[in-house]
């Protein structure tokens, strides 16, 4: 069975760092996309990133050059590090997989999804 586990996540004050990661089992997902989408409070869930099989990355502008994604396939593992926090960075990440996404940014496009981890971000 597929599963996707995500973890990392904590309560950081604005300006500071966490790393996400997310574990995969269940499949080989070196052929796979990988992406991270996060879901605030009162809000739709949001594309953060994601990575193709390919290594190729898409950053949403609200990340850009703050945020990266990184994927180990020896290790079915994809990371997100996520540098100069602010607190509209505050949300429940979740990891998500693919073999064919089409929209890479759409979350409904993706089959397999983690649970959730939550980055609270301080003032």
């Known amino acids: 069975q597929v599963q996707l586990v995500e973890s990392g996540g904590g309560l950081v004050q604005a300006g500071g760092s966490l790393r996400l990661s997310c574990a995969a089992s269940?499949?080989?997902?070196?052929?796979?996309?990988m992406a991270w989408f996060r879901q605030a409070p009162g809000k739709d869930r949001e594309f953060v990133a994601a990575i193709r099989w390919t290594g190729s990355t898409n950053y949403a502008d609200s990340v850009k050059d703050r945020f990266t994604i990184s994927r180990d396939n020896a290790k079915n593992t994809v990371a997100l590090q996520m540098n100069s926090l602010k607190p509209e960075d505050t949300a429940v990440y979740y990891c998500?997989?693919?073999?064919?996404?089409?929209?890479?940014?759409?979350?409904?496009?993706?089959?397999?999804w983690g649970q959730g981890t939550q980055v609270t971000v301080s003032s």
């Open positions: 998500a997989a693919d073999l064919s996404p089409g929209i890479i940014i759409g979350a409904v496009n993706y089959d397999y």
């Open positions: 269940g499949g080989t997902f070196s052929g796979y996309t």
